[in-house]
């Protein structure tokens, strides 16, 4: 935001950006308050108003008094959340801590902002995927932050979701835009995009279930901490719109196999070394990217020939548990070539074993996919690589294969990351046939 675009004054901003007044009012340590405004004025008005609010909250809440402050839906303003409802709303302060708002026991009264203000605040931050849900919070606070529940009805949800599909309320993902850019590259696409018109695409039925599924758990999440956990609340609850309203089809299993060929020649124009030896290593033991850098030399047992994984030593959800990962010769020999390429010269090795983040993996992958034209290629394909090749190479069970990739649910394992080649599987069978034929030679000549 350049200097000539933006109007302040303490506590207050008012940037402009894509056509709009975007004002944000801040009073340490309340939610910042925001809004768009389609002129300076009005937005300099309700920057003010908000900030005289914000600051006798803060002075009440200093004293201990519980005040109400008001969410200010503003006539003109395009914020499409406050736009479904055209009116001023004496809306609750949401206090942190076990104390419900006031008016909690109507559940029709209960304003969604609060429920996601509740949700970000006390939830996110423990998820496994903090910045993408972080994302979804803050978007369906837009859409639906100026609504309480009672207002939420299956028609407005349909027309949510018929919006949102089209991306009316947000573009989706282009598939030719590529994953991966350097700093030239968005450079560049940034100064193509300012010449041609903008390009609306469609979202996915995949990212519009997330975020209804989303606003499920933030309202589930929100009565019990509230202790709304009675008969009446949690059957009005399971009748609402909310948990009632039909979601979107869940998206087919993705199949993407790695080709020998591609390997190599992802692996060949690669330019970093760690990069390259964790993405052999990850097919040689299932290894997702987090896991990959958090593993130490000391966890490595070459006597039994396992390598243990621990589990993260935060708050935080993790799909990581402590366990021991077979280490296969080839997994040997890679971690042989690292840890005499890492010997320092006093004889002493690096704490970890891949010394990066794991972002800087996932940018070096995408980078050398982008460079050497291969398509639709992800890094956590490599995961499902892996799995596929244990059954294919070594005849695993998917008893034996789940020791490798931690799975605890083998459905899961199943769905969405054995998918071994049918050529393999044809090629097999014609060895099987050779001694214990499917149908004999004779039924065969009935056919002609």
């Known amino acids: 935001m350049s200097k000539k675009t933006r109007w302040t004054e303490p506590n207050i901003e008012v940037g402009f950006r894509c056509g709009a007044y975007r004002a944000r009012v801040r009073v340490y340590p309340l939610k910042a308050q925001t809004a768009t405004f389609d002129s300076l004025e009005p937005a300099q008005r309700w920057g003010r108003k908000i900030r005289l609010m914000l600051l006798d909250e803060k002075r009440s809440r200093a004293m201990g008094v519980v005040s109400l402050s008001?969410?200010?839906?503003?006539?003109?303003?395009?914020?499409?959340?406050?736009?479904?409802?055209?009116?001023?709303?004496?809306?609750?302060?949401?206090?942190?801590?076990?104390?419900?708002?006031?008016?909690?026991?109507?559940?029709?009264?209960?304003?969604?902002?609060?429920?996601?203000?509740?949700?970000?605040?006390?939830?996110?931050?423990?998820?496994?995927?903090?910045?993408?849900?972080?994302?979804?919070?803050?978007?369906?606070?837009?859409?639906?932050?100026?609504?309480?529940?009672?207002?939420?009805?299956?028609?407005?949800?349909?027309?949510?979701?018929?919006?949102?599909l089209s991306g009316a309320l947000g573009s989706g993902r282009s598939l030719e835009r590529p994953s991966y850019r350097t700093p030239k590259g968005?450079?560049?696409?940034?100064?193509?995009?300012?010449?041609?018109?903008?390009?609306?695409?469609?979202?996915s039925p995949?990212?519009?279930?997330?975020?209804?599924?989303?606003?499920?758990?933030?309202?589930?999440?929100?009565?019990?901490?509230?202790?709304?956990?009675?008969?009446?609340?949690?059957a009005w609850l399971r009748a609402h719109p909310l948990n009632t309203f039909e979601l979107p089809s869940k998206a087919s299993p993705r199949d993407r196999r790695l080709s020998e060929d591609e390997l190599k020649v992802i692996l060949a124009c690669m330019r970093s070394d760690i990069a390259r030896a964790a993405i052999l290593f990850s097919i040689c033991t299932t290894l997702r990217r987090g896991e990959l850098v958090s593993l130490q030399w000391n966890d490595v047992d070459w006597g039994r020939k396992v390598v243990k994984l621990r589990r993260p030593d935060t708050d935080r959800k993790s799909k990581t548990r402590t366990r021991d990962v077979p280490l296969v010769p080839a997994a040997l020999t890679i971690l042989s070539n690292i840890k005499r390429a890492s010997l320092r010269p006093d004889g002493r090795l690096p704490e970890k074993i891949f010394p990066v983040r794991k972002g800087s993996l996932t940018q070096a992958w995408g980078r050398a996919c982008q460079r050497m034209g291969i398509q639709n290629a992800r890094w956590h394909?490599?995961?499902?690589?892996?799995?596929?090749?244990?059954?294919?190479?070594?005849?695993?069970?998917?008893?034996?294969?789940?020791?490798?990739?931690?799975?605890?649910?083998?459905?899961?394992?199943?769905?969405?990351?054995?998918?071994?080649?049918?050529?393999?599987?044809?090629?097999?069978?014609?060895?099987?046939?050779?001694?214990?034929?499917?149908?004999?030679?004779?039924?065969?000549?009935?056919?002609?």
């Open 70 to 164: 008001e969410n200010v839906l503003r006539p003109g303003c395009t914020n499409p959340g406050a736009s479904l409802a055209n009116e001023y709303f004496e809306a609750d302060a949401y206090k942190r801590g076990n104390a419900p708002p006031i008016g909690i026991e109507d559940p029709n009264k209960i304003l969604v902002s609060d429920i996601l203000d509740f949700f970000e605040t006390e939830k996110v931050k423990k998820l496994a995927g903090e910045n993408p849900e972080r994302s979804r919070v803050r978007r369906l606070g837009i859409w639906f932050g100026g609504l309480r529940l009672g207002e939420i009805t299956d028609s407005q949800l349909r027309q949510w979701l018929d919006r949102r």
């Open 186 to 203: 968005r450079r560049l696409e940034k100064a193509l995009r300012a010449t041609l018109p903008p390009v609306i695409h469609p979202v």
């Open 206 to 234: 995949g990212s519009a279930r997330h975020e209804l599924m989303l606003m499920r758990r933030a309202a589930s999440a929100f009565f019990k901490f509230h202790g709304l956990r009675g008969q009446w609340h949690q």
């Open 381 to 448: 394909d490599i995961r499902r690589e892996a799995v596929s090749r244990l059954i294919e190479k070594y005849g695993l069970s998917l008893e034996l294969v789940k020791v490798f990739s931690g799975h605890r649910d083998l459905r899961t394992l199943q769905e969405y990351y054995v998918h071994v080649l049918p050529s393999l599987v044809a090629a097999e069978a014609e060895k099987i046939e050779a001694t214990r034929p499917l149908v004999s030679a004779e039924t065969l000549a009935l056919a002609g």
